[in-house]
């Protein structure tokens, strides 16, 4: 074969090569850190009304479980408080008909960790219960060390939700 047509072959293949491995790399770009969204200002996240209830919270043995007994779990949750995590005692008061929990700056609660996707759950108004649903985050959503899978799960108040390295409740 004459050396002018194989040269030529040798040049397409590298860059059609070369354009596999951009492609590659974009890919893995953009599962890892999203896609480009517009920047706030300034991350507006409310600051924790009262550093003393997180303190209470976080201080509970892991093993402790939240009383699931009484007129307590029944009530309509008003608050999620960040019990664990780099946002901990944070309060958010809960209105409307949904949360979303994610990476993503358009996220109700932003979480920016390395475990937590970027539209990762969603908590739910159903009726006057409160519920979580997964939304197919690689890391998954924990209630109560259970991990959510299927539809969404109903919450009681005091029970731990984990969300990357972020640990939350519903209170009243």
Known sequence: MPELPL????IGFLILLWFFVFAVVYSLRADL????????????TPQPAAPA??????????SAKPATT???????????????GPKAG?????????LSI??????????RDDYTSSHH??????????AIQDLDSTNGTFVDGK????????LLLGTPVKVGATTFELRA
């Not at 040269?7 to 040798?10: C, F, I, P, S």
């Not at 994610?102 to 979480?111: C, D, F, K, T």
């Open 33 to 44: 850190f999203g896609v480009k969204v517009r920047k706030l200002p300034a991350e507006q």
């Open 70 to 84: 009484g007129p307590a779990t029944i009530a309509t949750a008003k608050r999620l408080v960040i019990t664990s």
């Open 7 to 10: 040269l030529l072959l040798r």
């Open 121 to 130: 759950a969603r908590l739910l108004l159903r009726g006057d219960r409160w």
């Open 90 to 98: 944070l309060e958010l008061p809960l209105s409307g008909e949904s």
């Open 102 to 111: 994610g990476r993503s700056s358009e996220s109700a609660l932003v979480i």
């Open 53 to 62: 209830p997180a303190a209470q919270a976080s201080s509970r043995p892991a």
């Open 147 to 154: 991990r959510v899978t299927g539809s969404s799960v109903p």
